[in-house]
Every structure is written in structure tokens, then in C-alpha cells.
């Protein structure tokens, strides 16, 4: 089983920030936390991803509370073309290696 | 090529045929996975492999899913019997090691009808 939960839909106005949290309260110490999106009908497309201090990339930012049990993926200036599903997952690291397990995401639309 | 590559893109097979999927990883990458995704819903993990070696296969649904991987680099996921509940597009992603930040990469998938 997924070890987040997201809110299952967001809306956000063209050119306003998107704010997508997620929580992830039973995440280990060790264990990084990924966003990825999906534009309909293609691959799952790395954003981002954290362990304990906040990220920013040319995508995204992404901020991570101090307990570690929530974030939140900012998106600063959202498009149309950003209307896709975001998944935030935990990554499991196992003593064979590790594992991504992804839960439904959030549908985020971007309204013009 | 410089992505992961899935073939086919689009299969539709009768009920009851045998279908395989294949996944070339980006060249290095020592992890693969397979995951499976229904019209409108999440992924579901399906495999994991280390090299040629699969530690996870918890995901496999039925005994009709198999799949093997070879020189530390193409897979092929087969499902035996095909039944329509099989229909889904089903990913394969690489990453470059094990432990480390190991992001994901998706092929574009492969679009399995089953009639």
C-alpha cells in the first residue's frame, strides 16, 4: 500500500501558484519523498523529490515540515500545460534495494 | 536510444492468448521496474528488478504474469491466457542504482487490449 495520501482533485488558475500537499505520516527516517506527474497518455515524469530540508528545481519547489510527516509541491507560475496528476510517493528502501510505491495521486487542473 | 523503450505501444489480443511486453532500460541502469495502469486509475507495481535478479515480485497479480530479465538489461513481462481484465497500459521504468536518490525514468508504455 501507498504510504501518502493526496487529495484526489485540485483546481488553480492559469498563472497562480499551485499548492499540492500530501501526507506521508508513518515515513522512516531514511526515506525520501518523490513527486512525479502524468500528463494524460504519456510516462510518469520526475519533478522532484526530498528528505529533510526544502528543494527547488526548475520544475517545482517542494516543502517538507519538520516532523517529516507532510509536504506540500509548489508549482510557482501554473499553465495549462500543467494539468496532469501528481504523485507524491515515499520511497521504501529495502535490504534488496528499493521500491516506489505510487497511490492515485492528485488531478490538478489549471483553469485559464 | 537515450530513454527507456517499450514494445509494443499498442496490443490487442484475443482472450486466452499469450502476450509479451518488452522493456529496454537506459543502458546502465541496474534497477527496473513494471507497473500496471487500468483506464483512470493509479499505478500498480507489478515487479521489481536488481539487475537480472527479481528480489520483488509481490505485485504479480496471478500466476498468468511472469517476467525475466537478461544481461542486466532488456525485460519482457509475459501474461499467459490473457483475460479481459488484463487490459491496461503497463510501464516499465529504470534507474540508475539502488539506494541512492535513484529517480525514475517511464518508458511511454505499452496499451494492452484484451477482446
Known amino acids: 500500500d501507498a504510504k501518502t495520501t493526496q487529495p484526489p482533485s485540485m483546481d488553480c488558475a492559469e498563472g497562480r501558484a499551485a499548492n499540492l500537499p500530501c501526507n506521508h505520516s508513518?515515513?522512516?527516517?531514511?526515506?525520501?519523498v518523490y513527486w512525479y506527474r502524468q500528463i494524460h497518455s504519456q510516462g510518469p515524469q520526475y519533478i522532484i523529490h526530498?528528505?529533510?530540508n526544502n528543494e527547488t528545481n526548475e520544475m517545482a519547489s517542494l516543502i517538507i515540515t519538520e516532523d517529516r510527516k507532510s509536504s506540500t509541491l509548489i508549482l510557482p507560475h501554473a499553465t495549462l500545460r500543467d494539468t496532469a496528476v501528481y504523485y507524491c510517493?515515499?520511497?521504501?528502501?529495502?535490504?534488496?534495494?528499493?521500491?516506489?510505491?505510487f497511490g492515485p495521486g492528485t488531478r490538478l487542473s489549471v483553469l485559464p | 536510444g537515450a530513454g527507456v523503450s517499450q514494445s509494443p505501444s499498442n496490443k490487442v489480443t484475443e482472450k486466452g492468448k499469450d502476450v509479451e511486453l518488452r522493456c529496454d532500460p537506459i543502458?546502465?541502469?541496474?534497477?527496473l521496474y513494471w507497473y500496471r495502469q487500468r483506464l483512470g486509475q493509479g499505478l500498480e507495481f507489478l515487479i521489481y528488478?536488481?539487475?537480472?535478479?527479481?528480489?520483488?515480485k509481490s505485485g504479480l497479480p496471478s500466476d498468468r504474469f511472469s517476467a525475466e530479465r537478461t544481461g542486466e538489461s532488456v525485460s519482457t513481462l509475459t501474461i499467459q491466457r490473457t483475460q479481459q481484465e488484463d487490459s491496461a497500459v503497463y510501464l516499465c521504468?529504470?534507474?540508475?542504482?539502488?539506494?541512492?536518490?535513484?529517480?525514475?525514468?517511464f518508458g511511454e508504455g505499452s496499451r494492452l487490449t484484451v477482446l
Open positions: 521504468a529504470s534507474s540508475l542504482v539502488s539506494g541512492g536518490t535513484g529517480e525514475l525514468f
Open positions: 508513518t515515513i522512516s527516517g531514511n526515506e525520501y
Open positions: 526530498g528528505l529533510k
Open positions: 510517493i515515499v520511497r521504501v528502501v529495502e535490504n534488496y534495494g528499493q521500491n516506489f510505491v
Open positions: 543502458s546502465g541502469h541496474t534497477a
Open positions: 528488478f536488481q539487475g537480472n535478479s527479481a528480489p520483488d
